[in-house]
């Protein structure tokens, strides 16, 4: 596949880099050399961890309880999004994309849980979850500037990450790093940012996605997060929102585009 390389890209050549959630063809299974696109769990460093999962039985029973007999299945598509291959046969009806988080991508919930795949089956057509875990508002950018022309969406949903999140990129684009919780740069972003600055910050890239939206013809439909706030029931983490709040934010998105 050939993209012409423009703006965000030095050279054609790495631009398909652009397209993959985190900038490559996932994480390599050190064990098999392959691309693991199956998880049932995250791995070392992750919130969604096997071990932490054990741990929480013991410490939270009545929060764990309904996650015991209830496997989660992380299956990704080549570039590493939680949804079937856009560019492997071809929908012909009306098209959706999901941009954000982890909270979009639905870390700690069952794929039909998400906020992105339940607002799918409220639309008419397919709906492809693009949300990235500990992605930045650059990261929608990225994301529906590359894609929105190979996809052509009716819609475009964003479920805002944290303002003060950033991509980082190096290696003549072949690594795109996510500056989240838990990054060495972390801190020093929250501690030079400002709610002020954030707020402009966040203002740009939506500016900018809306841009990106209009020149393929897609409708922007963009709902904040109230960190904290919006958490009505937990996920099997224990950290991220569960599958009651997934449905309050598909709830919201439906009512947004049905004015």
């Known amino acids: 596949m050939s993209i012409?390389?423009?703006?965000?890209?030095?050279?054609a050549s790495n631009s398909s880099h652009w397209l993959y959630a985190?900038?490559?063809?996932?994480?390599i299974d050190g064990a098999t050399g392959?691309?693991?696109?199956?998880?049932?769990?995250?791995?070392?460093?992750?919130l969604d961890t096997e071990e932490l999962f054990e741990k929480?039985?013991?410490k939270y029973p009545q929060k764990m309880k309904p996650w015991i007999t209830t496997p989660i299945k992380y299956d990704e598509n080549m570039y590493g999004?939680?949804?079937?291959?856009?560019?492997?046969?071809?929908?012909?009806?009306?098209?959706?994309?999901?941009?954000?988080?982890?909270?979009?991508y639905g870390q700690g919930v069952l794929t039909e849980q998400s906020w992105p795949e339940q607002l799918g089956?409220?639309?008419?057509?397919?709906?492809?979850?693009?949300?990235?875990?500990?992605?930045?508002?650059?990261?929608?950018?990225?994301?529906?500037?590359?894609?929105?022309?190979?996809?052509?969406p009716k819609a475009v949903f964003m479920l805002s990450p944290a303002s003060w999140r950033r991509e980082r990129v190096t290696d003549d684009v072949k690594k795109i790093a996510s500056i989240c919780e838990g990054h060495d740069l972390a801190y020093n972003?929250?501690?030079?940012?400002?709610?002020?600055?954030?707020?402009?910050?966040?203002?740009?890239?939506?500016?900018?996605?809306?841009?990106?939206?209009?020149?393929?013809?897609?409708?922007?439909?963009v709902l904040s997060q109230y960190w904290g706030g919006d958490k009505v029931d937990v996920a099997r983490d224990l950290v991220h929102p569960g599958p009651k709040q997934h449905k309050i934010w598909a709830d919201k998105f439906y009512s947004s585009q049905n004015r």
């Not at 392959?34 to 992750?46: A, E, H, Q, S």
């Open 22 to 27: 985190y900038g490559k063809e996932g994480d």
């Open 81 to 104: 999004f939680r949804c079937p291959n856009p560019l492997i046969g071809r929908f012909g009806g009306q098209k959706y994309m999901a941009v954000g988080c982890s909270r979009t």
């Open 34 to 46: 392959k691309f693991p696109r199956i998880r049932y769990w995250d791995g070392k460093g992750g």
């Open 121 to 152: 089956k409220m639309l008419p057509g397919v709906m492809y979850n693009m949300g990235v875990r500990g992605g930045s508002l650059e990261t929608c950018y990225r994301l529906v500037k590359w894609w929105a022309p190979l996809i052509k």
């Open 56 to 58: 929480n039985i013991k």
């Open 4 to 11: 012409k390389a423009s703006g965000l890209g030095p050279t």
């Open 189 to 221: 972003l929250k501690r030079i940012g400002t709610d002020d600055s954030d707020k402009v910050h966040h203002e740009c890239i939506v500016d900018a996605i809306q841009y990106n939206c209009d020149k393929v013809g897609a409708k922007l439909f």
